[in-house]
């Protein structure tokens, strides 16, 4: 697969050698080697600077980034990583599948059923997708094995739960596409509530459907099983597990859509919100700070860094003309509004198999932008469509994130195949929400729409 994607891109460099092509291949071609994000955009735009006397171009760079460094929008995405990570470390995530597992264990699938729910939930309250797979199938894989589930179906549902994150709100995906788009980030995300909520509707629903043509597949929590958990559950212990994520959830997201603090404030309600419940845990210290820290800390620094890189990329590709000549070409090829976004969805989601999201965003966005906004299309609609087809990007072999993250956890017995074999039918119903999206630009911009109100 590598292989035939490197020989794509060297085809495409020699049949069109516009240098704007070039700086495009080439810095696409650098990823695949596996070299960073960030030195490899940077590093190949200053090369084809220098290469083609456009230095002049470098000198607007030291302003663009002192520009990233005093957005306050960003400000939100190192908070947000902070919350987190912060919440991975307090055991809520665990109390919470164990609790609604045997609460749903009179239903077929339950099991399942319950790593939606707590995917969606821990979505709306991290955004971290590595941590919450990681959770997940540390805590449920191993039960739903034992349980006798259909291996696919259990990696399955593990994974793309825990994508959830990428487009249920507070989601660092809409965080830097609306900084991107340059749209009210607090729009995004209410533009994000209906499509997310669909998606895990589509979820339960396939599971729902499995558990009645292949009942065999997702086997009944035992009878003495239930009795001993009924026995010794109480409200106490059900409200402990329940009630304060979706007090954090409210706390953040209530705040941004009551119109009482921005998202980055939001961000900082968050990480107070998280430290709060890990100290009522007893999980708040000294050291379990110091480790959050550093976490934060070198994500945050890979998404910068990224975007410093991409900066570099941007100014490079401008001076080069590409931009001109993206929309000569869209021009000559006599392609609609819709007609261009719908390439352009097509050629993310394939982009999603060899490269990360934040890179498909700082690469794909500052150029594809320009053109959206000269056929007048509504940049939050194109956001939330961008949003849920980088959210394959996790899902996608063979560089899905998502399913290296589980692999790293799952038993030895659990194949990768199994793994690939699981995510698609949620790959699917993906697709079939972008599709649903796209034909119905409401679906995404009726909310925002009350809220303008």
């Known amino acids: 697969m590598k292989i035939a994607a490197t020989f794509f891109v060297l085809a495409l460099g020699i049949a069109a050698p516009h240098p704007a092509v070039l700086l495009f291949c080439g810095v696409f071609l650098v990823l695949l080697t596996g070299f960073p994000v960030a030195f490899a955009l940077g590093g190949v735009s200053v090369l ?7 230095t002049a171009a470098l000198g607007f760079l030291p302003l663009r980034i002192w520009g990233i460094l005093e957005n306050y929008v960003l400000i939100a995405v190192p908070l947000f990583i902070f919350m987190g990570i912060m919440l991975e470390k307090s055991g809520i995530a665990e109390e919470l599948l164990e609790t609604c597992a045997q609460l749903l264990g009179r239903i077929r699938g339950g099991l399942a059923i319950t790593v939606v729910l707590v995917g969606a939930l821990l979505a709306a309250s991290t955004g971290i997708v590595g941590a919450t797979v990681v959770t997940m199938g540390l805590l449920s894989l191993p039960t739903m094995l034992r349980r006798g589930y259909h291996v696919p179906l259990c990696t399955g549902t593990i994974c793309a739960s825990g994508t959830l994150g990428q487009i249920i709100p507070p989601s660092i995906v809409l965080v830097l596409l609306g900084s991107q788009l340059q749209e009210p980030i607090g729009d995004m995300f209410l533009a994000a509530v209906i499509p997310g909520l669909m998606l895990v509707g589509m979820y339960l629903l396939w599971i729902v459907i499995l558990g009645v043509v292949r009942p065999e597949w997702m086997p009944l929590v035992p009878e003495e099983e239930r009795a001993e958990f009924a026995k010794n559950v109480s409200v106490a212990k059900i409200a402990r597990a329940l009630i304060p994520p979706v007090l954090l959830v409210l706390g953040v997201l209530g705040s941004i859509f009551a119109g009482i603090a921005t998202p980055t404030e ?3 309600v968050g990480v107070v919100g998280a430290g709060v419940l890990a100290a009522i845990r007893g999980k708040l ?14 994500l945050t620094s890979m998404v910068f860094m990224i975007l410093i890189g991409a900066t570099a990329f941007s100014l490079v590709f401008r001076s080069l003309n590409g931009h001109v000549l993206l929309q000569h070409t869209v021009e000559n090829a006599q ?14 989601f394939i982009a999603g198999f060899f490269i990360d999201f934040i890179e498909i965003i700082f690469i794909f966005v500052p150029v ?13 609609w194109v956001g939330i469509l961008i949003s849920l087809n980088l959210q394959t990007s996790f899902l996608t072999p063979p560089f899905g994130f998502a399913l290296f993250y589980l692999k790293g956890v799952a038993p030895p017995e659990v194949s990768t195949h199994q793994i690939y074999r699981g995510i698609i039918p949620f790959i699917i119903i ?6 649903a999206v796209f034909i119905w630009p409401e679906i995404a911009l009726w909310l925002p729409g009350l809220n303008g109100e």
């Open 266 to 268: 939001a961000s900082a």
């Open 430 to 435: 993906q697709a079939l929400v972008v599709a």
């Open 335 to 348: 392609l609609g509004p819709l007609q261009f976004l719908l390439l352009a969805m097509l050629v993310m």
């Open 48 to 54: 084809f600077a220098f290469a083609y006397g456009k």
């Open 285 to 298: 210290s000294l050291e379990t700070l110091r480790g959050v820290s550093r976490e934060t800390a070198l």
């Open 368 to 380: 594809l932008m320009p053109i959206c906004q000269a056929f007048g299309l509504d940049m939050i």
